[in-house]
């Protein structure tokens, strides 16, 4: 009897691999599959942790989270989605984080870290770099403890300033990325080299910094929709009419 009890132990293993094989999704497959299970809560907060420390980005994971702590809010964990929301941020031209917090309770909100959070966001989306970078100094407890914030952030003003901006003043471009000095020279030489930016002759160095050009900050290189009908379409209209 004790050696087929041994013979069976390896068999009873190798069923309980096969299981844990079966039952091992991704977080992704847990969030299509059933995202409304609160079985997989510390899944996906595990999920936003991973985020912070690859520097990688979902937004349906963590939306799906902030439905789940809906329906479990003695689970929520602030810190979670005080994560959550400064990855949303860090998405922006992306309307993320506006889609985060219609999912976060009132109350939650009401916390000094979300309150903080949610002034840097409508800095962010009227263009305020100056008041921003100024805010989110005093909160670095908070932007700093998820790697890559400065960087995202510099990313979308760079952005919001090539919409804008044919020319823009070395002072607007310091203000908005916040960076002065030999490190904005540094990385104009960057963008010069790699992005196709230029400094305008004629100028104290580095004071007008060419953006390249594009269909909004040069609207005549936007196509024309008129322009792109055929005109045997446009034929065609014209017994229909009379």
Known sequence: MGRERDAQKPQQQQQQQQQQQQVSFTVEQLVAVNPYNPDILPDLENYVNEQVSSQTYSLDANLCLLRLYQFEPERLS?????????????????????????????RVQMEEQFKTLIVLSHYLETGRFCQFWDEAAKSRHIVEAVPGFELAIQSYAIHLLSLTYQKVPRSVLAEAINIEGLSLDKFLEQQITNCGWSVEKGHVKGQLIVLPSNEFNHPELKKNTADSIPLEHITRIFPILG
């Open 78 to 106: 602030t810190q979670i989605v005080a994560r959550i929301l400064v990855k949303a941020l860090m998405a922006m031209p992306a309307p993320d984080f506006s889609l985060c917090l219609f999912l976060i309770p009132e």
